[in-house]
């Protein structure tokens, strides 16, 4: 069996690790989009390109995005993109030129609702409390205090089986 790899974990509805490569990254985005205000159209075969609309006051502009899971390893094809959507700017590239939307920055900020229809988004988000991290700790004092009875309960069998 393949190594399995993951990113670190996140709370995104329907995702459970940060995305690694190309397809986790369309995932992530796709659970997103209307938190984004992204509508998307059309995704290239052959380059890390999509198109798709975004909100302005005008109303829906088309955009060409590059993507990326990390902003150093984006090949830019001859037609640059509008903006460059990653999970990680580790290069640090955005500019007036070319802004950058980096997904990692939002993860904490993600809202209930969707923006487009108002809808809650299905998903994992109604399981976990407002602070992930609290609900985190509490989970490993369960797993510690369960893995306790077990062992106290694996000790008071032994005894049984010894007539004690």
């Not at 198109?51 to 984006?74: A, F, H, N, P």
């Not at 980096?102 to 487009?116: F, H, P, T, V, Y």
């Amino acid at each position: 069996m393949k190594e399995s790899i993951v990113g670190d974990p996140i709370f995104w509805p329907g995702l459970v690790y940060s995305p690694i490569n190309l397809n986790g990254l369309l995932f992530a985005l796709g659970t997103i989009t209307g938190e984004i205000g992204f509508l998307f159209e059309e995704f290239s075969e052959d380059e890390a390109i999509a198109i798709c609309r975004r909100k302005t006051k005008e109303g829906w502009k088309r955009i060409k995005v590059g993507l990326s899971v990390r902003s150093s390893e984006y090949e830019f094809p001859e037609n640059k993109p509008d903006l460059l959507l990653c999970w990680n700017d580790d290069a640090h590239i955005g500019d007036d030129d070319l802004p950058v939307l980096e997904l990692s920055k939002i993860n904490g900020r993600i809202k209930s609702n969707n923006a487009l229809t108002g809808r809650p988004l299905g998903g994992l988000e109604g399981i976990f409390p407002d602070d992930p991290a609290e609900d985190l700790l509490r989970r490993g004092e369960t797993a510690a205090n369960f893995e306790e009875t077990i062992r106290q309960l694996d000790d008071r069998i032994k005894k049984l089986k010894n007539g004690q």
